[in-house]
């Protein structure tokens, strides 16, 4: 049955009431912390993502655009994210001062807020109501994770977004500390400074306004190539990036003619290692060394050009 003019604005009024009253429910504090709902919300899902694009992130989140940035723009302010760069394609990290406030802190406990007074009927009522806006309101979305671009024409600032893009994705989930910014810096340094288009190259992969992954070839004598540096973000992360980095190193290594490509990686690295070796690599050597503020095992893997592997 259709209803009356009057039925379906009156149900837009009150939605609209509904919708506009969310800031203010969303920008309570939560209780023995810093943070507002969503800040917190918003903290915690960049700690499960360990580092996310913003334009990902905000999916997760479930937040307006216009509110969500400024959600961000208050917890950057207040020195709880650091940001490649602004907008909602940039890259996200949490600082030290923000894992040391959301420490015990949950989803669960979140829900305690605005949640915690309803009983197990009327958070099943507000699921299913929720269900049904979404169904009836709210238009399909293509996914977030766009496919990304590889590209080797190195550009003003993309080794700079290399290091850091290393610093702050290895310092999160590998706990390396800061001497492992200035190793990897130091590397880039070396190959800008020696950069030859016919035995060297980096690669970029990217998605519009932000990098999400890198592999480089350095020219060795013999000649042979070093494969370095290869990372992907995240986010981007179980969709064959990696392994289309590696190809594009390998390529390169055999249309210039070295006879060989080698790399060095640590054994905590197991996901790019199984990518090595399904490529072609082999383990040549391992040596147990103390580096980044860690307790590793260096490992070399080689790989025999001149034919597919």
Request: aromatic share 8%.
């Amino acid at each position: 049955m259709r209803l009356p003019r009057t039925g379906t604005a009156q149900i837009m009024k009150r939605l609209n009431r509904l919708c506009s009253s969310l800031p203010g429910l969303l920008d309570r504090p939560v209780p023995s912390s810093p943070f507002s709902l969503a800040e917190a919300q918003v903290l915690l899902e960049i700690r499960e993502a360990r580092e996310q694009g913003a334009a990902g992130l905000e999916d997760l989140v479930g937040l307006e655009t216009g509110y969500f940035e400024e959600v961000l723009g208050r917890l950057e302010r207040n020195g709880f994210i650091e940001r490649s760069s602004a907008g909602v394609h940039g890259v996200i990290c949490l600082t030290g001062r923000a894992l040391r406030a959301l420490d015990g802190m949950s989803q669960e406990t979140l829900s305690l807020g605005p949640l915690g007074g309803l009983s197990r009927g009327d958070l099943q009522s507000l699921d299913d109501s929720l269900t049904t806006m979404e169904r009836l309101l709210v238009p399909a979305k293509a996914p977030s994770r766009r496919e990304p671009a590889i590209r080797w024409d190195i550009r003003p600032g993309d080794i700079g977004s290399v290091i850091r893009m290393h610093a702050l994705i290895y310092s999160q989930e590998c706990g390396y500390n800061l001497e492992f910014e200035a190793y990897v810096a130091g590397t880039l340094q070396e190959f800008a400074q020696g950069y030859s288009p016919e035995k060297d190259r980096l690669w970029m992969a990217e998605v519009p306004g932000a990098m999400v992954g890198c592999i480089g070839i350095v020219g060795r004598p013999g000649p042979q190539g070093q494969l370095r540096w290869l990372l992907v973000h995240p986010v981007y992360r179980g969709a064959g990036l990696g392994s289309r980095l590696i190809s594009e190193a390998v390529g390169f290594c055999r249309d210039s003619g070295f006879g060989s490509a080698y790399l060095l990686t640590t054994s905590d690295q197991q996901d790019a290692i199984a990518m090595y070796r399904r490529a072609g690599f082999r383990k040549t050597w391992e040596n147990p060394v103390k580096a980044w503020g860690k307790d590793l095992v260096e490992e070399r893997y080689d790989l025999v050009l001149g034919k597919e592997n």
